[in-house]
């Protein structure tokens, strides 16, 4: 205890505020690559764009990676008074500026670089850039890259420089807590929650927990997927930070255990602010999330039971069901005596209402009661069989579109009404058969081999199939059957007469511009654990990649983490900017699927709000690079 107490101290005593740090001038060149830095062994690559300079650019740039404070030299006019002998200082203004002197040889590797190599102009459908790999450079140390038009922040190379994802995870769910404060982030809010909508004479103490996405919301849909995080980081992360992994899995999933009912049923949130009738279930959801048209509950004094509390909701939601059967599962084979035990309990009373109350057929259920189900079996519980499993599992299967086209192998909704789409859970399926793979119990053997086809085919002829058509491996937002307003925005063809997009689509009756990054990321810890289970190290390059473009290997050069590197995208949430260590929502598209992320001072949720959901699935892509070098 004492230990975990010092940890959080020292912690809380270096999290910095956040500061806007200066943003790119885009009409000017500028290089970008991971602000992060690299593995030894991993993909490594840099972009360079043109700006207006673009046209008159040549073909071929040279870059050169430089140990921190080493410079080429350039032509530039020296004034004779700082020009005097012995002086040992170099003349310090505009020091990146200037042509190469001229007559120096450019392979001479002159100014005390580590690595040269070659920038090269592609003309790709987000428009042209020059792009250069030193996959080979794996010397160890703190480096920039520079060429003539500009340089890279610096960033490291090491053989696991992820540690900081790790730290910065935790820093931010610490500094999420409710009910308590947290200084130099939030007083302490939300200490008296909460009655229900249905009876408000019927008070929980189900104060604690965390807060969503900096705000004052406490959604379980959201935040409960952090238990597999901390579990992961409890067992794999460094091992400096798996105590303090530990306490903040007991300290959410507190929160988790006081809002399930006696019978069984798991509430969905406190303080949404929004009730909503059993029937309207639809108007509840947009691309498979649910919450949408959330407002807020505010206005609440902290002190209990005096009738000023904020609401838990009551409704029926399927999805958060079998969540809480999958963490719970989970934390139960990750978390001491007696918690585990508790943990188990509780997964088994909300197995058993899932089963009373079925949920409606769509296909992030069955992914999710197929996941719950096989996290359920694994932690020994006898409430679900192999029979069971093995319906859900064909049930899923039948979901995937397996027709030869341009793409294929992704997953369809029931009745092919559409292409399953998921802001926050895009990867579900897929992972759902995954699990089958890497547990393959006796008597699913069958089962777990078509699940082996299925994600090998749903990662190689639809997320990588379709990675290729951008310069930085993006995976795809998603497929339409019935894509909505086509004459206002563009969507690709993925073959059978359907669309795709990298991001999601901006005009629909429902409209819901909302950043994409989770959705690329799930997609990236999907290979990442995949690229393991399966041995396909190739997929575990396809992740970094997405990793390494999250934090700052993109078109704005900015990092979508704010713990790190030096540029960042501003971000926007409730606690007055002070939450540490933050992951946004990051880029959606235009119109025409060319990414775009508010690079301004002015705030706009769709890009710029921090959220729960693109940390977790960086902490899974992390866990499973880990080892890999």
């Known amino acids: 205890m004492l230990r975990t107490l010092l940890f959080w101290t020292l912690l809380m005593l270096v999290a910095l505020p956040i500061s806007a740090q200066p943003q790119l001038d885009y009409s000017q060149p500028f290089v970008c690559t991971s602000q992060l830095g690299f593995r030894t062994g991993s993909l490594k690559t840099v972009t360079l764009y043109g700006g207006q300079l673009t046209d008159s650019l040549p073909i071929q740039i040279p870059f050169f990676i430089q140990p921190i404070g080493n410079r ?12 005097v002998p012995g002086n040992v200082f170099r003349y310090p203004i505009n020091i990146g500026t200037g042509p190469y002197r001229a007559g120096s040889d450019p392979n001479n590797l002159s100014g005390g670089a580590r690595y040269q190599g070659e920038l ?25 890259i520079e060429t003539e038009y500009g340089f890279t922040v610096p960033f490291v190379v090491e053989p696991f420089p992820y540690e900081r994802l790790e730290r910065g995870y935790l820093e931010y769910l610490y500094a999420q807590r409710s009910g308590v404060e947290i200084p130099g982030v939030r007083p302490a809010e ?87 009738g059993a029937g309207d279930l639809a108007d509840w959801w947009n691309e498979n999330h649910p919450g949408v048209t959330a407002a807020g509950d505010h206005g609440v004094d902290n002190i209990p039971m005096n009738g000023n509390e904020r609401h838990v909701r009551t409704t029926y939601n399927p999805l958060v069901q079998l969540e809480f059967v999958r963490y719970q599962a989970l934390a139960a084979r990750t978390l001491p005596a007696p918690d585990a035990s508790n943990c188990l309990v509780l997964a088994h009373k909300a197995w058993r209402y899932h089963q009373a109350h079925p949920h409606d057929g769509r296909t992030l259920f069955l992914a999710e009661e197929l996941l719950a189900a096989l996290e359920l079996f694994q932690a020994g519980g006898p409430e679900v069989d192999l029979n069971q499993i093995g319906t859900l599992t064909q049930h899923l299967l039948a979901r995937q579109e397996t027709r030869p086209a341009t793409l294929s192998g992704y997953f369809l909704e029931a009745d092919q009404a559409d292409g399953f789409r998921s802001i926050a859970f895009s990867a579900e399926p897929a992972l759902a058969l ?62 059978l007469g359907r669309g795709v997009r990298t991001f999601i689509h901006l005009f629909s009756d429902r409209p819901m511009p909302h950043g994409v990054g989770a959705v690329h990321l799930a997609h990236a810890y999907l290979m990442a654990r995949a690229a393991r289970a399966l041995d396909r190290p190739a997929w575990a390059h396809a992740a970094e990649r997405i990793l390494q473009w999250s934090t700052g290997h993109n078109p704005a050069g900015l990092s979508l983490h704010t713990s790190i590197g030096f540029r960042h995208a501003i971000p926007a949430n409730f606690a007055n900017y002070r939450i ?49 070098e």
Request: glycine share 8%; net charge negative; aromatic share 14%.
């Open 580 to 628: 540490p260590s933050a992951a946004m929502v990051g880029f959606l598209g235009y119109p025409d699927d060319q990414p775009y992320l508010e690079t301004s001072h002015a705030i706009e949720w769709s890009t710029q709000e921090i959220w729960d959901v693109p940390f977790y699935y960086s902490i899974g892509i992390v866990t499973y690079l880990r080892g890999e």
């Open 434 to 495: 995954l699990r089958l793979v890497e547990l393959n119990p006796p008597g699913l053997r069958a089962e777990a081999a078509r699940a082996r086809k299925a994600v090998i085919r749903y990662i190689e002829q639809f997320l990588l199939a379709d990675a290729a058509t951008n310069p930085f491996g993006l995976t795809p937002y998603g497929i339409y059957l019935d894509p909505p307003f086509p004459e206002a925005q563009t969507f690709r063809p993925a073959g």
């Open 72 to 83: 080429q030299q350039r032509e530039r006019p020296i004034p004779a008074a700082w020009d």
């Open 120 to 144: 090269r102009r592609i003309d790709t459908r987000w428009g042209p850039c020059w792009r250069g790999d030193f996959t080979e450079f794996q010397e160890t140390g703190f480096y920039q």
């Open 190 to 276: 939300n200490a008296d929650d909460a009655r229900l909508f249905e009876d408000e004479q019927i008070y929980l103490p189900v104060a604690g927990g965390w807060n969503d996405a900096g705000d004052f919301r406490k959604w379980l849909f959201l935040t409960l997927p952090n238990l597999e995080a901390l579990a992961q980081l409890a067992t794999s992360g460094h091992p400096a930070f798996r105590e303090a992994a530990l306490a903040e899995m007991r300290w959410g999933n507190a929160y988790f255990h006081h809002m399930i009912s006696d019978a069984g049923q798991v509430y969905e949130d406190v303080g949404g602010g929004v009730h909503r």
